[in-house]
């Protein structure tokens, strides 16, 4: 590293001040603490986050908490439930998605306009806003209170994003591959399986995943479209929460951490490009 | 929530097809486009576009989940909620307006700080996005914790330093201060994360330029960096916005709208309309009227994008 770079470096990203760290450091207080927080109580005994000399910090560690939750019949329905649908979501949304991105890649035709604009207003619609018509809907087709219902109306919201990324990506692929497979004499729906999604297999994986996250996440139509049998852990967790009140802290912040586990292995695996490409390439700079 | 930060591509869908292309696509190879769009085209219409329609029709109708017939009332539902709708509007611009404005301070000052040199920038930084990472509801379950009146680590704290205790979800101030400090833990990294990413693509010719004629670290942050972190912020703001204008788990679950109403937004109302009282038809009329003010801000956000695009 030459020496002007370095001065360039040393402009661009200069030292932070004392001021600058100290407000560094309030701000990440703020965003971590109440993560120790979520993790220190689930780890606490029930009896002892309600004792006078309350700690700070799970001194008498427990496992309890988590045991219950895998004792709990209705929380591993839940559980389960949450699985088949976030898996359900994020297989369907890839596919059709997958299908789209790609018609609005490589293809022109009317009315390709209008389809995009209704999608980019599509990902502004409220859930609660559609919720009415959706349930009376899925009720008069017998639809309502199953998986099937849970899993198509994720998929439609979650529609906007997949396409949107996909598309991204495969706009990056060079039309010669496809004139080529023409040439070779390939059909379009084989062109489409043996040359394009085999292409995009990462980006694929990736709009499976934040399909997954959606799914899983959702509380709105999880409480009302999926009834008891079917509802995710959220809705389970929430009408639990209503119904026992404060009851039970540390048992509550266990099921919580056990919530967002999946989630916190997708991050994982995806950090890379949630933090660098993603947000670069997504916003105009 | 996690599509946010996704949303992004859908402002660059403008990409012009590249040469070629048209001269080799015949009009069967328009037909298969159109064929693979449909599966997509039709769940949007059946799931999303029907039901926004069809809410209208309910919203003409005194229809409840209790009886399966329906009586047509004109506009009966919409003068019967308007108070109602009038002043729930006032509480969700008040949650919404709080809770964009505090995660984009928060989000941006991160920014500015995470970019200048300090050892573990990245930790720090992949680990300021668990709060984005975690369900809607768990946020919500674990500020309700800390909040706890009698139980709850803030004032626990806050006796530990000899400092009064706050009353937070008891009383209607401190409900909405409650969900919004909530609602900014869980937004902020997003803000965070595309303010950083704008702020690295900054060339750093300006920067140095801007040294050797001697601007100060200020007078860089002012006329160069904020200026250009400034378009893409106000783009995610806006979405931002309209996401919290439409937020039901976090309110829901933390405060359920109370205490008395002060906190029940046009989400949450909607739903005990429908689902505590199951008035259905009052409920749509609800949703016809916010579906109005939801086009107008959308407006505002395609035409911020439509120029950020031209830029």
Redesign the interface.
Same mark, same amino acid.
């Given at each position: 590293m030459s020496h002007g770079r370095d !001065?360039?470096?040393?402009?661009?990203?200069?030292?932070?001040s004392i001021p600058?760290?100290l407000?560094?450091l309030l701000?990440?207080l703020?965003?971590?603490l109440?993560?120790y927080? $979520?993790t220190a109580?689930a780890f606490m005994k029930k009896e002892a986050?309600?004792a006078l000399d309350?700690p700070?910090f799970p001194v008498d560690p427990t496992l309890d908490n988590f045991i219950g939750f895998f004792q709990n019949d209705l929380l591993l329905q839940n559980l389960k439930n949450s699985f088949i649908v976030s898996t359900g979501t994020a297989v369907l949304a890839v596919l059709?998605?997958a299908?789209?991105a790609?018609?609005?890649?490589?293809?022109?035709?009317s009315?390709?306009n209008a389809?995009?604009f209704?999608?980019? !207003?599509?990902?502004?619609?409220?859930?609660?806003?559609?919720?009415?018509?959706?349930?009376?809907?899925l009720s008069s087709v017998n639809l309502l209170y199953t998986y099937t219902a849970l899993i198509?109306?994720f998929?439609?919201?979650?529609?906007?994003?997949t396409?949107?990324?996909l598309?991204?990506i495969i706009?990056g692929l060079p039309?010669d591959i496809l004139?080529a497979a023409?040439v070779d004499g390939l059909s379009?729906i084989a062109t489409?399986f043996k040359i394009v999604f085999p292409l995009i297999v990462p980006g694929l994986i990736t709009a499976a995943m934040?399909a997954f996250?959606?799914g899983?996440?959702d509380?709105?139509f999880a409480l009302?479209l999926a009834g008891p049998d079917k509802q995710t852990l959220?809705a389970g967790?929430?009408q639990a929460?209503?119904r026992d009140g404060?009851a039970d802290?540390p048992a509550?912040?266990a099921a919580?951490l056990i919530?967002?586990l999946p $989630?916190?292995i997708i991050?994982i695996l995806l950090?890379r490009y949630?933090?660098?490409g $993603?947000?670069?390439?997504?916003?105009?700079? | 929530m996690q599509q946010a930060i996704l949303d992004r591509p859908a402002t660059r869908e403008t990409t012009e097809p590249r040469s070629g292309r048209r001269t080799t696509l015949g009009a069967k190879d328009r037909t298969f486009g159109f064929m693979i769009a449909l599966p997509a085209v039709l769940l949007f219409l059946v799931i999303a576009i029907y039901p926004l329609v069809s809410s209208i029709g309910t919203s003409l109708y005194d229809q409840s989940l209790l009886r399966p017939e329906r009586t047509f009332v004109g506009f009966d539902n919409y003068t019967a909620i308007f108070g109602e709708f009038v002043a729930r509007l006032g509480t969700t611009l008040t949650f919404a307006t709080l809770a964009t404005i505090f995660p984009v301070l928060l989000g941006v000052a991160l920014a500015v700080l995470l970019n200048a040199r300090i050892r573990g920038r990245n930790i720090l930084r992949g680990t300021l996005m668990l709060p984005w990472l975690l369900p809607g509801v768990v946020v919500s379950f674990l500020w309700a914790w800390i909040f706890n009146d009698s139980y709850g680590v803030l004032n626990h704290l806050l006796t530990m330093v000899g400092l009064p205790e706050v009353s937070m979800l008891g009383n209607p101030t401190g409900a909405m201060a409650a969900v919004v400090i909530a609602k900014t833990w869980h937004s902020f990294p997003w803000i965070m994360v595309v303010a950083l990413s704008v702020l690295q693509t900054l060339p750093s010719e300006q920067l140095e330029a801007a040294t050797i004629d001697g601007a100060t670290r200020s007078q860089r942050f002012r006329y160069i960096s904020l200026p250009h972190i400034v378009g893409p912020v106000a783009l995610v703001a806006t979405l931002e916005f309209i996401y919290n204008f439409g937020n039901f788990d976090t309110i829901f679950v933390m405060t359920g709208g109370g205490p008395g109403d002060s906190t029940t937004t046009l989400a949450v109302s909607l739903y005990q309309l429908a689902f505590g009282s199951y008035e259905l038809g009052k409920a749509s009329a609800m949703g016809v009227l916010w579906l109005i003010l939801l086009a107008i801000i959308s407006s505002a956000y395609l035409l911020l994008n439509r120029r950020l695009e031209k830029r």
């Open positions: !001065i360039g470096e040393a402009i661009v990203r200069p030292r932070l600058g760290r407000g560094l701000l990440a703020f965003g971590l109440p993560v927080w $979520l109580t986050v309600f309350r700070l059709v998605g299908f789209m790609y018609s609005l890649s490589k293809f022109r035709y009315g390709r389809i995009m209704m999608f980019l !207003i599509g990902q502004l619609i409220p859930g609660a806003l559609l919720l009415i018509s959706l349930f009376l809907m198509i109306s998929t439609t919201f979650t529609l906007p994003l396409v949107f990324l598309k991204g706009d039309d004139e023409k379009r489409m934040f996250m959606r899983w996440s509380l709105l009302t959220p967790l929430t929460f209503i404060t802290w509550l912040m919580s919530t967002s $989630l916190a991050f950090q949630f933090v660098s $993603l947000a670069s390439g997504a916003v105009k700079g | -």
